[in-house]
C-alpha cells in the first residue's frame, strides 16, 4: 500500500477539534469512504473527517436508494475504513430507520457501531423531529453529526432528490439539531445563501454538500470525486480524476496483451 497506517503516532482528529477548527476559521475537509484500501488513500492525503456513509448503497452496491443498508452492513464496511485510518475522524452514517425506533434503540445501533468498528462518530438525517435521539445519543457519549436538507432516506417522502429550499423549516431542524449536542451538520442540496446564514447562525461547524462555498466545510461522496460512478453526477460534484475511464483502459490493455500471447512476458514469470 503507498499509505501505511502509522497506529498511534499520529494524531486523530477528534469531533471538539472540528467545533475549534471552525472557531479558528480553518476549513473542514470531509470524504466518504467504504474500504480498506481507498480509507487509506484518503487519510494519507490529509482529510479531517471521513465518513462511511449509506451513499454506499448507491457507489458500491449498486441500489437506486440508501435505504437497503442494514447495520450489520455499514458496521463490516465501517471496520474496514477504521482499520485503515491514523488520522481522520470516523464517521458512520447511522442505517435507515435505526434511529427512529426510539432512543433506546437509537443508542443500541450506534453502540454497536461504536463498539465493533471503532469509528468514533455516527451520523443521522433529521433536525427537529431527531432532537431526542441526538439529545440521548450525545448523553451516552456518542458524538453525533446531524443531517438537514435533502435527506437521502426520506427520497420517498420528498419525491425525488431535489434542492432543498423551506428556509424555515431547514433553520429550525440546524438549530433543533445543535440544541440537542449535535457536534456538527451536514446541509445537503440547499441554497448558497441558506447555508452561508446557517453558517454564521450556528456555533457548530456545517459541512456542505451542494450548499455553496460559505460552509465550514466540504463533503463529497469519493467515487463521484474520483470520476468511478457512470452517468451524469449531480451539480455539486466535482470529478477531480476520470478513474473509470483509466480503470476500464487499463482492463482493456490486459485483455488485449492476455488474447494476445503479450502476458505474462519474460519480466513477469519465473526461471
Ligand atoms: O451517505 C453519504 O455519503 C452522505 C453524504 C452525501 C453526506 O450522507
Redesign the pocket.
Known amino acids: 500500500m503507498p499509505n501505511q497506517p502509522k497506529r498511534g503516532v499520529t494524531k486523530r482528529v477528534t469531533a471538539p477539534d472540528l467545533i475549534a477548527m471552525k472557531r479558528a476559521g480553518r476549513k473542514i475537509s470531509m470524504l466518504?469512504a467504504y474500504d480498506y484500501p481507498l480509507a487509506s488513500l484518503v487519510d494519507g492525503a490529509g482529510v479531517d473527517a471521513i465518513?462511511v456513509?449509506?451513499?454506499?448503497s448507491m457507489v458500491v452496491q449498486g441500489r437506486q436508494t440508501?435505504l437497503s443498508v442494514t447495520l450489520d452492513e455499514i458496521i463490516y464496511h465501517a471496520e474496514m475504513v477504521e482499520r485503515a485510518v491514523a488520522r481522520a475522524l470516523v464517521i458512520v452514517?447511522m442505517p435507515f430507520p435505526t434511529n427512529h425506533l426510539g432512543v433506546h434503540n437509537a443508542i443500541a445501533a450506534a453502540g454497536r457501531i461504536l463498539k465493533e468498528s471503532r469509528a468514533q462518530a455516527v451520523?443521522l438525517e433529521g433536525g427537529v423531529e431527531q432532537a431526542e435521539v441526538i439529545a440521548g445519543l450525545s448523553s451516552a457519549g456518542v458524538p453525533v453529526m446531524a443531517?438537514v436538507g435533502l435527506r437521502?432516506q426520506n427520497v420517498h417522502r420528498m419525491g425525488g432528490y431535489k434542492v432543498q429550499r423551506d428556509e424555515d423549516h431547514i433553520l429550525q431542524d440546524a438549530q433543533a439539531a445543535e440544541e440537542a449536542g449535535a457536534f456538527g451538520i451536514?446541509l445537503?442540496c440547499i441554497p448558497a445563501p441558506l447555508a452561508a446564514k446557517l453558517t454564521k447562525t450556528l456555533s457548530i461547524p456545517t459541512i456542505g454538500?451542494g450548499a455553496g462555498p460559505e460552509c465550514d466545510g466540504q463533503?463529497l461522496?469519493l467515487h463521484d470525486l474520483l470520476g468511478i460512478v457512470p452517468g451524469p453526477a449531480p451539480r455539486f460534484v466535482k470529478a477531480y480524476a476520470q478513474l473509470g475511464q483509466d480503470i476500464q483502459a487499463a482492463i482493456q490493455r490486459y485483455c488485449q496483451e492476455v488474447r494476445d500471447g503479450e502476458f505474462p512476458g519474460p519480466a513477469h514469470s519465473y526461471k
Do not use: Q
Open positions: 466518504t465518513l456513509g449509506d451513499s454506499m440508501t452514517d451520523k443531517h437521502p451536514v445537503e454538500i463533503v461522496v
